[in-house]
């Protein structure tokens, strides 16, 4: 079954405490994204990654890093987190070939408080 | 950058009538444009998609969504809505050459018995 995969899914940290969200496909997928999710503004795209060793930002990236060391992986790291960082992460991978074009395949999300 | 604007944040509609959610999208090339549905509490699932050809496009549980290029709109529509709608959705734009999506903020539907 195709699935992206992340965790942990419900995560409650303090300020300055690093943690990492992990997140796995079995898509072979080239193009992977993580959003974050917050009340009235929509998913707004943290960072994005076109292969391995290929990561850019995407339009809200401070206080978040990533990395792509192989395909299926994508893990988004919180350094320092802090309150401000609280929300509803999505991680995504990207179909590139048709019928799917473009489409993005969703994780269920992981909710990350940070007091 | 292309953007999103979703101009209803919040529609109540009564079970068994129509429904159509508003999408107005700003990209200078002909875009790729998606519409998901969030239920409470679970992640995002795509609804239709609009790539090129038939700007008529049928999705998943009954919906439908009209490309207007003069309008630059991507309307979502149900002629009859159920219980089981009531969710946020949520419109986006992509560009082919790497992907990007943006999204729109979202729309809550209420569905009245």
């Known amino acids: 079954e195709a699935q992206v995969t992340q965790n942990p899914r419900y995560l409650i940290t303090v300020t300055g405490k690093k943690l990492t969200v992990t997140c796995s496909q079995n898509?072979?997928?080239?193009?992977m994204s993580w959003y974050r999710q917050d009340p009235g503004l929509g998913l707004r795209q943290i960072y994005y990654?076109?292969?391995?060793?290929?990561?850019d930002k995407g339009d809200v990236p401070e206080g978040y890093k990533v990395s792509r060391k192989e395909k299926r992986n994508f893990p988004l790291i919180l350094e320092s987190p802090s309150p401000n960082q609280t929300s509803l992460y999505f991680c995504?991978?990207?179909?590139?070939?048709?019928?799917?074009?473009?489409?993005?395949?969703f994780g269920e999300g992981s909710r990350l408080t940070v007091l | 950058a292309q953007s999103v604007t979703q101009p209803d944040i919040h529609i109540t509609v009564s079970e068994g009538a129509s429904l159509e959610l508003r999408c107005n999208y700003s990209?200078?090339?002909?875009?790729?444009l998606f519409w998901y549905v969030q239920s409470p509490g679970q992640g995002l699932q795509l609804l239709l998609k609009?790539?090129?050809?038939?700007?008529l496009v049928q999705g998943i549980k009954g919906f439908e969504a009209e490309f207007k290029r003069s309008q630059s709109s991507f309307n979502l529509r149900k002629p009859s809505v159920h219980w089981s709608d009531a969710a946020e959705y949520f419109c986006?734009?992509?560009?082919?050459?790497?992907?990007?999506?943006?999204f729109g903020a979202g729309t809550t539907v209420t569905v009245r018995a």
């Open positions: 995504a991978s990207i179909a590139q070939g048709a019928p799917n074009t473009g489409e993005l395949f």
């Open positions: 898509m072979n997928h080239e193009y």
């Open positions: 990654s076109m292969n391995v060793e290929v990561t």
């Open positions: 990209y200078g090339a002909t875009p790729y």
């Open positions: 609009y790539f090129s050809g038939d700007t």
């Open positions: 986006a734009v992509g560009r082919s050459n790497d992907y990007k999506l943006s």
